[in-house]
């Protein structure tokens, strides 16, 4: 049973952060983060608000929930990495993202906006990673809860695993 929560709560298994980043990894991860929005509307296109109200494990988020949560993920993320190129190992803010997937916007029954809000973050986003293509140009952010510094280059990473990380959420949410 035990096995079968870690599969179910990490279907694609946890972030493996490399030992380097290559630019042709890092290329990579740019690429999935502006195909994701697409890949997310495919998901959800079609679903009734009875179907959006599906979850990928006891305990887990609906399928709603899951598309505003990336919305409202990636929005905070998209700041982040304004924040470190702009200022000098900036301390990012974190928030309380269980209590964020309770508010009234994320549990409306319609994904609609939070998908138009990921179609243009994305684009935008894929347009600033861009810029960090050459490894020298790598900018830190620090996170107060560890102190530990992270790499846009590797924030880019985590962020290419998130999106493919809920996709398979809610692949598992619809087969049930």
Not at 20 to 36: C, E, M, P, Y
Not at 115 to 123: C, D, P, S, T, Y
Request: glycine share 4%; hydrophobic share 45%; net charge negative.
């Amino acid at each position: 049973m035990k096995d079968d929560l870690a599969s179910r709560q990490y279907p694609i298994g946890k972030f493996l952060a490399p030992a380097s980043i290559t630019d042709d990894l890092f290329r990579q991860w740019v690429v999935s983060i502006a195909n994701f929005p697409e890949a997310l509307a495919k998901e959800v296109e079609g679903l009734t608000v009875d179907e959006l109200q599906q979850t990928y494990r006891e305990g887990g988020w609906t399928i709603e929930q899951l598309v505003h949560h990336c919305a409202d993920s990636h929005m905070n993320s998209f700041i982040r990495f304004k924040l470190a190129i702009t200022e000098e190992e900036p301390t990012i803010k974190p928030y309380l993202e269980a209590k964020w997937a309770l508010l009234p916007d994320v549990l409306s029954g319609d994904v609609t906006h939070s998908l138009l809000i990921l179609r243009g973050l994305h684009a935008r986003w894929a347009a600033l990673l861009a810029s960090l293509a050459d490894e020298n140009n790598d900018r830190y952010f620090v996170h107060p809860e560890t102190q530990q510094r992270v790499s846009l280059r590797m924030n880019a990473g985590i962020y290419a695993w998130h999106g493919e990380h809920h996709l398979a959420h809610i692949r598992l949410a619809k087969a049930k």
